[in-house]
């Protein structure tokens, strides 16, 4: 499956993405500047990602924790998800994001 993720200068890359991962996984595995500091367990915010609008309906709705983390974080659009919380499966090929500022 794949993923389209349009960095910070604005360009974008084609990534080929595995199901069952987190999409945070993908996005640092390709070196991308994200830091995930916490790893994946929804405790720093430093994941944060714009999906392209026309995949919000497709993610599944935010826990709280998920919630409670992204207002800590900056930028925060009505977009903005955490990319650890995202897990892909068959239904995100195809997933456009951008990375925010706030993750590097
Ligand atoms: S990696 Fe820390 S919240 Fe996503």
Redesign the pocket.
Known sequence: MKIYLTDHEGKDHELEAIEGWRL?EIIRDYGFPIK????????????HVYIDNSWIDKLHTMHQDEEE?LDEAFNVDKNSR????IILDKTLDGLHITLAKSSD
Do not use: H, K
């Not at 995930?36 to 994941?47: D, N, R, S, V, Y």
């Not at 955490?82 to 919380?85: D, F, I, K, T, W």
């Open positions: 945070m995930a500091e916490c790893g994946g367990a929804c405790a720093c915010a430093t994941c983390m955490l990319s650890c919380q």
